[in-house]
């Protein structure tokens, strides 16, 4: 029995979930922002940038797993490119000193 995509060391494996669970959980975070909004008038954060950059720490627990409970290190490397990648990006899309 071949064992589920999730439980395979690849390095593919590792930059899918590193770029779907930010963007899942970027989704909840502008859900959860807007429903505060609706309700109580207020926001998460004074900028609505800052949770993109609070979404990539979506990628910490399991990069935690892949790499010390599993030692997939295909895996871990591949989240942990995804993390380094995002939290880049963020900088450079909205600026350092800002």
Same mark, same amino acid.
């Given at each position: 029995?071949?064992? !589920?995509?999730?439980?395979?060391?690849?390095?593919?494996?590792?930059?899918?979930? !590193?770029? +779907? +669970?930010?963007?899942?959980?970027?989704?909840? *975070?502008?859900?959860?922002?807007?429903?505060?909004?609706?309700?109580?008038?207020?926001?998460?954060?004074?900028?609505?940038?800052?949770?993109?950059?609070?979404?990539?720490?979506?990628?910490?627990?399991?990069?935690?797993?892949?790499?010390?409970?599993?030692?997939?290190?295909?895996?871990?490397?591949?989240? *942990?490119?995804?993390?380094?990648?995002?939290?880049?990006?963020?900088?450079?899309?909205? !600026?350092? !000193?800002?």
């Amino acid at each position: 029995m071949k064992p !589920g995509i999730l439980k395979r060391d690849g390095f593919f494996v590792g930059v899918l979930m !590193g770029i +779907l +669970l930010p963007a899942l959980f970027l989704a909840f *975070l502008f859900g959860l922002n807007w429903l505060m909004e609706m309700m109580f008038d207020m926001h998460l954060t004074r900028k609505i940038h800052f949770l993109y950059l609070l979404s990539i720490a979506a990628n910490l627990l399991p990069l935690r797993y892949y790499l010390a409970k599993l030692n997939y290190e295909k895996t871990g490397m591949g989240l *942990l490119l995804m993390t380094i990648a995002g939290v880049v990006g963020y900088f450079y899309a909205f !600026g350092i !000193g800002e």
